[in-house]
């Protein structure tokens, strides 16, 4: 991986945990009850995971089954509704 794709990843890592905080500095509550927001911080962890997998691919091609697992995990626990 050239030194260029490696920054893209971290950099779309950046822009997505900025958003998310910019978005939840709001209450519990406010944030579970706005659709939109929880749908905008859903789509940023998203962006994310496909970051880090492809960075981590990149590093260790045989590496997938571990992000398959995760991805089953992850749906499992967003689906759960709030507290």
């Known amino acids: ?49 496909e970051a880090v997998k492809h960075y981590y691919n990149s590093l260790l091609p045989h590496s997938n089954m571990q992000f398959e697992n995760r991805n089953k995990r992850l749906f499992v626990i967003l689906s759960r509704s709030p507290e």
């Open 1 to 49: 991986m050239s030194e260029r794709d490696w920054l893209l990843f971290v950099k779309d890592i950046h822009k997505s945990i900025t958003r998310i905080l910019e978005y939840t500095n709001t209450t519990k509550s406010e944030f579970f009850n706005d659709r939109k927001t929880f749908d905008a911080v859903m789509r940023n962890l998203e962006i994310i995971g």
